[in-house]
Every structure is written in C-alpha cells, then in structure tokens.
C-alpha cells in the first residue's frame, strides 16, 4: 500500500509539474489521438479541454492538412524514435499559431511525448528582420552614392557605387 500511496503522489507531482510548466504538453497514442494535455497547451490554442482529448492532431495542425499526411509523419517519427520541427497550430480563435514540436515515440507504451513552444513572436521578429534586411540590402545596393562597411578591424563590404568610385574590378 505504501508503495501505491508513493506511486500516486509522484503521478500527482508529474501532473503539477506539467500543468505548471510554460509548454504545451500532450501524450498521443500512435494513431495520433491525444490521450493528455497539460493546462499550458489549453491556453496556447485556445480550446477547452473536451475539445482537445481524444481529438486527433490533425485538428491542430495547419501544415499537415489531411489525416494522411499526419499519419505519414507519425509512422516516419516512430521509425526515427523522435524528432523536432516546427509547425502550425489552429487556434481556437482561428488564427494560426507558430509551434516548434519535440516528441519522443515510447514503443513499450505505444504512444508519443510531446512538447510544443509557441514560437509565433520569434518567427514574427525573424520575417521582421528579413523585411529590414532586404530593404537595407535594396538602398544598399542600388545606391549612386559609394557606401562601405566597415568595422574595428577594417573593411567589410562596398556596394557597386564604391567599386565604380575607386576604380576596382572586384570587392576583393
């Protein structure tokens, strides 16, 4: 009895544990219906919990838009033990939310772990700094004014304007 009574107070720290955790959570069967979620993961996509146990995750997922192909991806993580990706979450608003998974495939329990991240803020800074990055690129570029980068240690870069300037074939 002892031994039960210590098996259920560490089920019952797991489960405090991963509810106060900042991640999404989930336990999949390897059909890929969710068995458990945490707290996090309800608040990540917006959906309640009789929504989200027992559903399959191919009513999340917004990449992999049919059964099928999440069934595909299953069958590839169960042969590869785990992995790690990014993805797309429906919310239950309706809008899309950026995901980086990791997910191990336990094989005596014939189920998956999985963790999800809301990496929707990185993935808007990054697609901002691309943004910034080609404007930069453009005025650099098509500039008639010789423009050089430099740093402590000297030149870095010219644009075209530069090499046309000091009469040299090359960046070099």
């Known amino acids: 009895e002892d031994a039960q009574q210590r098996e259920v107070e560490a089920l019952n720290e797991l489960r405090v544990m991963l509810d106060t955790l900042g991640e999404g959570f989930w336990k999949v069967d390897a059909t890929g219906r969710i068995i458990e979620a945490n707290d996090a993961y309800y608040r990540l996509v917006g959906y309640a919990r009789d929504e989200v146990i027992g559903a399959h995750i191919s009513k999340f997922e917004a ?3 049919t059964p099928e192909v999440v069934a595909a991806h299953i069958q590839q993580i ?23 998974v990791a ?13 999800l991240h809301d990496v929707t803020k990185r993935k ?24 050089m980068l430099l740093d402590e240690n000297g030149f870095l870069d010219c644009n075209d304007a530069t ?10």
């Open 63 to 65: 990449l992999e838009q």
């Open 124 to 147: 808007l800074m990054e697609d901002a700094l691309r943004r910034s990055e080609t404007k930069f690129r453009t005025v650099y570029e098509s500039s008639s004014d010789g423009m």
């Open 78 to 100: 169960i042969e590869q033990g785990h992995a790690r990706f990014e993805t797309r979450h429906r919310h239950g608003d309706g809008r899309l939310i950026d995901i980086e």
């Open 163 to 172: 090499l046309r300037l000091f009469g040299c074939p090359t960046r070099d």
């Open 103 to 115: 997910t191990t495939f336990i094989p005596e329990k014939k189920c998956f772990i999985v963790f």
